[in-house]
């Protein structure tokens, strides 16, 4: 049996002892909620813009604070089953979109060809770098920040992606820390085991991983990582079919079309999963016939009901499935840490992949959305350009601050796109506006 010890509470910077009524994890949780990199993402986008869909307010589209902290529900309940600390869990599930730029992962794409000097931008290892570097509250004794000096298992827990980047900066591949952080990352990392998933969770068995977790290094995930990774696609892909619908985007009588189901089970294949599109068609038309499936939705209370429910319907499929799958394969003991990997079956992988191709296809693909997405990448290299011309004047305080330590051209770009990095997609616009006009 699995227990958490001394190593995974450990923090980078030691502290003097706190009350003793609460936990190491739950200081982490406290950690996180009062942050402000995690109030920021109110003002970022999930997938569906604010203004869209309802104008009157009666369904609000997720944010990426909204869509967290729906995450950090599914997974600390998920994570419990278990026998995972729940708090643990949930600190994980609250960081893991911490480091998301202005505009999502399109801004991603635009400020990692702006970082190209030094080094590129990863959403997941500015995650790290915001927990242990640029979030106000602890220091070491030797001055420098360490973030909110969370524990070594919450910060493993919250990497999805623990590993460097080994491949050229533009190609899009996900990893989960920065050069200049690998101090802070080799220490969270002590004692993590660097052998690849067994035979319970290999593709090609019952279960699979939750995503691309083992890159050709063969890092390892935590189970509380690998939990908070499950839990991050159920919660995305059932409610962007959510913000989908009520924002007008998604029609439920299309996807009757067998053509519908085909061109999105393609699109599928090609984005979200290595699977024939026989198979997901399979899969989708199976979903769609179950009894919860609302066949249409237009707005009305019954209709919006019946919606909250197959969300309700679709997260407990997909959750209940892989606890099973996960026991069968472990036992009913607890599992944490490095004790077990999680399991989800094939066939929820799948279906829970075509709702996020459904989303790609009627949200994501829409001409209008792509224009706004080339604006908003253009947006952010023209403002990278005039905020670097006129750093560090125009840097706030803080950025001013790890401007003025800055060794070379290289840190002093990091410090330009952290600030970047930091910025709401309504800040962003409005300094736009501000410094070019």
């Known amino acids: 049996m699995t227990r958490y010890t001394e190593q995974d509470t450990a923090r980078w910077a030691p502290e003097p002892p706190k009350r003793r009524e609460r936990t190491p994890f739950e200081r982490d949780r406290a950690r996180v909620l009062h942050s402000a990199a995690l109030r920021r993402l109110a003002a970022k986008t999930q997938v569906v813009e604010p203004a869209a869909g309802d104008q009157r307010g009666q369904h609000s589209p997720r944010t990426r604070l909204t ?9 600390r309940e998920l994570g419990k089953a278990f026998g995972c600390d729940p708090d643990l869990v949930e600190v994980a599930c609250l960081s893991h979109d911490l480091g ?14 702006v970082a190209a000097a030094c080094g590129g931008f990863e959403g997941n290892a500015q995650s790290l770098r915001l927990l242990t570097r640029l979030e106000a509250k602890s ?3 030797d001055g420098r920040s360490v973030g909110l000096n969370l524990t070594r298992a919450a910060l493993d827990a919250a990497m999805k992606y623990p590993w460097p980047r080994r491949t050229p900066v533009g190609d899009g591949a996900k990893y989960g820390v920065y050069e200049d952080d690998r101090r802070v990352f080799a220490w969270l990392r002590d004692g993590a085991p660097g052998s690849e998933p067994d035979a319970a969770s290999g593709v090609g068995t019952e279960g699979e991983r939750p995503s691309d977790t083992s890159p050709a290094g063969g890092a390892r995930l935590c189970f509380e990582a690998q939990v908070m990774d499950w839990a991050d696609d159920v919660a995305y892909s059932v409610h962007d079919l959510e913000d989908g619908l009520h924002a007008g985007h998604i029609r439920l009588e299309r996807l009757a079309d067998p053509a519908e189901r085909r061109a999105v089970c393609e699109l599928t294949a090609r984005l979200y999963c290595e699977a024939e599109v026989a198979e997901l068609e399979e899969r ?3 979903l769609l016939a179950e009894p919860y499936w609302p066949r249409a939705y237009d707005g009305t209370l019954r209709a919006a009901a019946a919606l909250k429910n197959l969300t309700s319907e679709l997260i407990g499929r997909f959750c209940r499935a892989t606890e099973r799958a996960t026991h069968e394969a472990y036992g009913t003991g607890p599992l944490t840490r490095y004790a077990a990997d999680l399991v989800v079956p094939r066939g929820r992988r799948l279906e829970c992949a075509v709702l996020k191709g459904v989303a790609a296809r009627y949200v994501m693909g829409r001409a209008d959305h792509g224009a706004l997405q080339a ?6 290299a023209e403002l990278a350009d005039a905020v670097a011309r006129q750093a560090p004047l125009v840097l706030d305080p803080v950025f001013r601050g790890f401007y003025a330590e800055a060794a070379d051209d290289r ?11 930091s910025l709401t997609d309504t800040s962003a616009l409005a300094w736009h506006r501000e410094l070019l006009g």
């Open 67 to 75: 869509h967290s902290l729906e995450c950090a529900q599914i997974g």
């Open 100 to 113: 998301h730029p202005p505009f999502g992962h399109n801004g991603e794409t635009a400020l990692d060809e």
């Open 139 to 141: 220091f070491a004794p």
């Open 284 to 286: 989708f038309t199976e």
């Open 375 to 380: 604006r908003q990448r253009e947006l952010i």
């Open 411 to 421: 840190a002093r770009l990091r410090v330009v796109v952290d600030q970047l990095a």
